[in-house]
């Protein structure tokens, strides 16, 4: 049974940091892209920021030079550091993992339950 474990939501002000991470844990025999998405109240589930397989990195415009991916291969944990916080970057956070478990040969997509970010103004 894979998981995907988020923690380090909170409240803070704008202007302020937060640093996301998202463990995976199970039988897992190799993990491909790892992504940050976003889901603020009333709109649709956002792509934030990917890390490849190859650890290139892609971000939605509105996080550009402020929020940053990074990945730690070996405890199959995705980080999502976000500075210089908005309000309008309120909403759950979700996690999301391309991989492979000791199972199954396929590719297969996993989610986090999410965590909740909060930027008051």
């Known amino acids: 049974q894979v998981q995907l474990v988020e923690s380090g939501g909170g409240l803070v002000q704008a202007g302020g940091s937060l640093r996301l991470s998202c463990v995976a844990s199970?039988?897992?025999?190799?993990?491909?892209?790892m992504s940050w998405y976003r889901q603020a109240p009333g709109k649709q589930r956002q792509l934030v920021a990917i890390?490849?397989?190859?650890?290139?990195?892609t971000y939605v415009d509105s996080v550009k030079g402020r929020f940053t991916i990074s990945r730690d291969n070996a405890k199959n944990t995705v980080y999502l550091q976000m500075n210089s916080l908005k309000p309008e970057d309120t909403g759950v956070y979700y996690c999301?993992?391309?991989?492979?478990?000791?199972?199954?040969?396929?590719?297969?997509?996993?989610w986090g339950q999410g965590t909740q970010v909060t930027v008051s103004s």
């Open positions: 999301y993992a391309n991989l492979r478990t000791v199972a199954f040969a396929s590719w297969r997509a996993y």
């Open positions: 199970g039988r897992i025999s190799s993990i491909d892209g």
């Open positions: 890390s490849t397989g190859s650890n290139t990195t």
